[in-house]
């Protein structure tokens, strides 16, 4: 397994359109979490899966954010009618469920909003 | 609620000198988890120690060590013989049990290392 991959690597997108994130996680985890980052901050928490089950989404985060994982595998990260403050490095991670388990992290996507 | 405070927005630290990045957490889970990562410039986030809230010892890996004062719900990092190559930002992270069990992030600490 070559770890968690994400694409792409780079979106500009011009404010209103609407972008899609994948996420690819390593096979034998069974939670995915998604995670934004802004410069100089810690990531923050978006969203988290078990599974195909989304078990949280962040209260934080507006109605044009939904994320999904159709077959417990790979993940979207969808975003309708981009906002300039939705530039930011968006982190997708993996791990085994248990509280004595890291997350392994992607390359992550930036975007950037026009 | 759980959460993670990183009270030292920047340090500065002579090489080969150790240095201490802070880390307090609030969290009513009586089993947690508690991670440093660190991240470089080139952006990735590389995990470094862990740290269970039930472990008698502190965690220790190679140059890394995590101070954890569990009735003061602290869990530093110490990095001994500091090296140019440790300036980065570090995170300190929290994973709790039940149905709160995501992983949640400090605002970290930048390190730079002198030489």
């Known amino acids: 397994d070559t770890g968690v991959s994400q694409d792409p690597r780079h979106k500009i997108t011009k404010r209103g359109q609407n972008v899609t994130f994948r996420c690819d996680p390593i096979?034998?985890?069974?939670?995915l979490y998604w995670y934004r980052q802004t410069l100089g901050q810690g990531p923050e928490f978006l969203t988290y899966?078990?599974?195909?089950?989304?078990?949280?989404k962040s209260r934080l985060l507006s109605d044009r954010f939904s994320a999904e994982r159709p077959k417990g595998s790979f993940s979207t990260l969808e975003i309708q009618r981009t906002e300039q403050g939705d530039s930011a490095m968006y982190l997708c991670a993996s791990s085994f469920e248990g509280v004595n388990t890291e997350a392994f992290f992607g390359q992550g996507t930036r975007l950037t909003v026009v | 609620a759980q959460k993670i405070t990183q009270t030292q927005p920047g340090m500065f630290v002579q090489e080969k000198e150790a240095v201490t990045l802070d880390c307090t957490y609030d969290t009513s889970d009586q089993s947690y988890g508690l991670f440093w990562y660190k991240q470089p410039s080139s952006g990735e986030m590389i995990f470094l120690i862990y740290?269970?809230?039930?472990?008698?010892q502190n965690a220790t890996e190679g140059r890394y060590s995590l101070n954890f004062q569990k009735a003061r719900k602290s869990a530093n990092l110490v990095i001994s013989a500091s090296q140019l190559g440790d300036s980065a930002m570090y995170f300190c992270a929290m994973r709790g049990t039940n149905r709160d069990d995501k992983i949640i992030f400090g605002k970290g600490t930048r390190l730079h290392i002198l030489p």
């Open positions: 740290q269970g809230s039930y472990d008698e």
């Open positions: 096979s034998e985890h069974n939670r």
């Open positions: 899966f078990q599974n195909e089950a989304q078990l949280e």
